[in-house]
T-cell receptor, first 114, second 109 residues
């Protein structure tokens, strides 16, 4: 257990539905990251928060995706109007500082869009 | 961000040292080298990281060449539970990591 919690662990949804995932980082970590991982590939960066500010978003993050981190604590990732191509593992990581500090990952949320 | 090159797969006998190489020839002076591993269907697990000095912790050792263009992760006494995909990553300030496909390490009894 790394201390980063993600909920739910698995989600099956019908195409077109909205889904929301939650990440609870390690409490003293001010940086939070979301990644997406498909089978056989390494994780792909989606977005990054420092405290409550969303500082960077990948071009992978289409308009259907939105992420928040109210009060700089937990974070949510919402996908609207899901498509089959959204099926993947969504990973959250947190980090206490900048360059030279390690990030710890949660166990991920596996999304299946049917 | 720099990219890394790793072999696709490697085998190692249980109890022996596993040496996983990584090339990062375009690394810049302030980029750290990080190693993570991922066991099937789990989140990536942090192993070790370094800037230019060799590093050791309870899991592994990291050897970085003097020119910093390559590194080697050493698992000193590999066990079957070390079978995983190992990722070598270089990271600047914001940790927007560019992950490759990693090395699939298989530990054989």
């Amino acid at each position: 257990d790394t201390g980063v919690s993600q909920d739910p662990r698995h989600k099956i949804t019908k195409r077109g539905q909205n889904v929301t995932f939650r990440c609870d980082p390690i409490s003293e970590h001010n940086r939070l990251y979301w990644y997406r991982q498909t089978l056989g590939q390494g994780p792909e960066f989606l977005t990054y928060f420092q405290n409550e500010a969303q500082l960077e978003k990948s071009r992978l993050l289409s308009d259907r995706f939105s992420a928040e981190r109210p009060k700089g604590s937990f974070s949510t990732l919402e996908i609207q109007r899901t498509e089959q191509g959204d099926s993947a593992m969504y990973l959250c990581a947190s980090r206490r500082g900048g360059r030279g500090t390690e990030a710890f990952f949660g166990q991920g949320t596996r999304l299946t869009v049917v | 961000d720099a990219k890394t090159t790793q072999p696709t797969s490697m085998d190692c006998a249980e109890g022996r040292a596993a040496n996983l190489p990584c090339n990062h020839s375009t690394i810049s002076g302030n980029e750290y080298v990080y190693w993570y591993r991922q066991i099937h269907s789990q989140g990536p697990q942090y192993i070790i990281h370094g800037l230019k000095n060799n590093e050791t912790n309870e899991m592994a050792s990291l050897i970085i060449t003097e020119d910093r263009k390559s590194s080697t992760l050493i698992l000193p006494h590999a066990t079957l539970r070390d079978t995983a995909v190992y990722y070598c990553i270089v990271s600047g300030e914001n940790y927007q990591l560019i992950w490759g496909a990693g090395t699939k390490l298989i530990i054989k009894p």
